[in-house]
């Protein structure tokens, strides 16, 4: 699934947070979109989630404008697994991934055994099977991502979505985390907000600041020292990680 956003511009309450983006996310690339606070980025994946309507430009899937898609079929092509989640009842983590099948059912239309084994199948790639029926509230954060992850595979959307799916989450759910989506073989299009994970796991970055595009391109093409001085205001250095041997990049403040 290509993603395409041309020339957005979104409003809140009319006051412009984004203005004239241009993004392109080629089929099974991992984008990362990065920036400091307040620079947009929430606002910018919440036009593809379809909960902001754009005060201008398109956003396109393969072509096709996707605010004018009717919702069942955007649900089809793309999948969003956002910062806190939507799951406020008692339900089990079955039952949350379950609800990943909606778009493929009809009104009165019940779960029968090809969506049973999508579940499954979704559970065991994020490695939740054997808790799938937990309650969804007693389990850890990382776990509850991992949960949504997979209600987001059972969908079986082409594109997935994420605005800062490690918010709040240890270190080693962090990197396992991302270790998984960067696994699933889609197209991705998520907000980070560590620069060292941008580096190691994105194919390509997009930087914003004050709602525009400041740079894109691949990481270690556009995180420079000098711009990440410029952007986010601390040192950088850039080189390989000792471990992985993927890009790395420390950081340091400018005192």
Not at 73 to 102: K, P
């Amino acid at each position: 699934m290509r993603l395409t956003i041309e020339g957005l511009t979104a409003e809140i309450e009319s006051t412009p947070i984004v203005s004239g983006v241009d993004l392109v996310a080629e089929p099974g690339e991992f984008v990362g979109l990065i920036g400091p606070n307040g620079s947009g980025k929430s606002t910018l994946l919440r036009t593809v989630y379809r909960s902001l309507r754009p005060a201008a430009g398109i956003v396109s899937l393969n072509g096709d404008d996707l605010w004018r898609m009717p919702a069942r079929r955007a649900a089809l092509r793309r999948a969003v697994v956002t910062q806190h989640g939507d799951v406020t009842a008692e339900f089990t983590v079955r039952e949350v991934v379950a609800m990943g099948r909606a778009p493929h059912k009809g009104l009165l239309e019940r779960e029968d055994t090809a969506d049973r084994a999508v579940i499954a199948d979704a559970l065991k790639r994020v490695d939740m099977l054997p808790a799938a029926d937990r309650l969804f509230s007693t389990l850890s954060g990382g776990e509850r991502q991992r949960v949504l992850v997979a209600r987001a595979l059972a969908q079986e959307a082409p594109l997935l979505v994420l605005d800062e799916p490690t918010n709040h989450l240890d270190v080693r759910a962090k990197l396992g985390l991302l270790d998984l989506i960067r696994s699933l073989g889609l197209t991705l299009l998520a907000a980070l907000h560590d620069l060292d994970h941008a580096a190691a796991y994105c194919d390509r970055v997009v930087v914003l600041k004050d709602g525009r595009v400041k740079a894109a391109g691949p990481p270690l093409e556009v995180l420079t020292p000098a711009f990440v001085a410029d952007v986010f205001g601390v040192r950088a250095h850039i080189g390989e990680h000792p471990i992985t041997g993927r890009p790395h990049i420390a950081v340091a403040s400018l005192e």
